[in-house]
């Protein structure tokens, strides 16, 4: 029994000594690249940029830095959270946010529970917090919750006692998106007074929401660009500017995110045909070159190739796509890793 106990206690100090030094890792990161020591990170839930800090989303990106070196290692994998459990709620299709957050625990030694609502209890009538408590039941304690009604991460992060992080909700935010792509240009450029245009519709884009929050947070400035029809009415009032016109503001532009139409959220005919749409606002190869030679190309993807983006762009050495995808894992890593120790901490 003592040695049971004994065995046990050095477990835990062993895993605590792990976060600690993972913390630590953060900390040097931010040290040697010049920002100084990140605030402490308290919140239990990530659930939109809006309500995060300047300080808060700098924790999160210098954290995911030091966790990119991480996954270039030969073992690619720390101790952080081991112990821990994430589940995946996902009541929406995904591809890479899905697998991103699975292998981002994964990296982070937790275990992971994946649920899918095709062939689960909600095709039964359970309610959207009634899986979500029978989860947490299970000892859960994480809930990463992508749904097409926006709110529903609110309404989790309510009535759970475990962290939720918001992988996207209807048309309101994608946080770990909008702070991957922060953290795709901060790789490249300096963020204070960089000019970032969101092209497409932005009517029906929770990444665009996202994109926006934090880059004005960060000193960036955004304009949205794309049919009137795309466009929703006060998002000036967020910061960000208004064109119609892809053409008159791509001369200026440091960093364009280009991004999809959503066909499933429209409801009405929102431009006259995707023809019409290619030719004002997809970016092809001749309409690139109006643009600086070191422009940046963004996409959160899944693209519409040949019709928001020409295959050559996509493919361009302008284009950091599929480095939105690498850093998607070390972004999440960050975000599971100080929301899932905030819950578990002594103050929560």
């Not at 890792?25 to 010049?34: I, L, M």
């Not at 990140?38 to 839930?45: E, F, G, L, N, S």
């Not at 960093?255 to 959503?262: C, F, G, S």
């Not at 020409?310 to 998607?328: C, F, M, P, Y």
Request: proline fraction near 4%.
């Amino acid at each position: 029994m003592a040695t049971t106990t004994r065995a046990n206690a050095a477990a835990t100090a062993a895993g605590a000594g792990a976060r600690a030094a993972t913390r630590d890792t953060a900390v040097a990161a931010a040290d040697r690249e010049g920002r100084g020591t990140p605030a402490p990170w308290a919140k239990r839930h990530l659930l939109s940029l809006e309500e995060l800090s300047c300080d808060e989303i700098g924790v999160l990106l210098d954290t995911a830095e030091s966790f990119k070196e991480v996954l270039t290692r030969d073992v690619k994998k720390v101790p952080s959270l081991r112990g821990k459990t994430v589940a995946n709620l996902f009541f929406e299709p995904s591809t890479r946010t899905r697998t991103s957050f699975e292998i981002a625990a994964k990296r982070l030694s937790a275990d992971i529970i994946n649920f899918q609502a095709a062939g689960s209890s909600v095709q039964k009538g359970e309610s959207l917090v009634d899986t979500a408590l029978n989860i947490q039941a299970m000892q859960a304690d994480t809930v990463v919750v992508r749904h097409a009604s926006s709110g529903a991460s609110q309404l989790l992060a309510r009535e759970l006692d475990c962290s939720v992080v918001n992988a996207g909700d209807g048309i309101h935010e994608h946080p770990t998106q909008g702070l991957l792509d922060i953290f795709t240009i901060r790789e490249r450029r300096d963020l204070e007074g960089l000019h970032v245009c969101l092209v497409g519709d932005i009517r029906h884009s929770r990444v665009a929401r996202s994109n926006i929050w934090g880059l004005i947070k960060l000193g960036a400035q955004v304009t949205v660009c794309g049919p009137p029809t795309l466009i929703p009415h006060g998002i000036e009032e967020i910061g960000a500017n208004v064109a119609y016109d892809l053409d008159s503001v791509l001369p200026t532009v440091d960093v364009l995110n280009i991004l999809r139409i959503q066909f499933e959220r429209q409801h009405g005919a929102f431009f006259p045909s995707i023809r019409e749409y290619a030719v004002e606002y997809g970016i092809s190869v001749e309409r690139l070159r109006q643009a600086r030679e070191e422009v940046l190309i963004l996409h959160p993807q899944p693209m519409h190739r040949g019709i928001e983006i020409a295959a050559e762009v996509a493919d361009g050495h302008h284009s950091a796509i599929l480095d939105q995808v690498t850093n998607g894992v070390a972004v999440r890593m960050a975000v599971l890793f100080h929301t899932t120790l905030a819950s578990s901490g002594p103050d929560s």
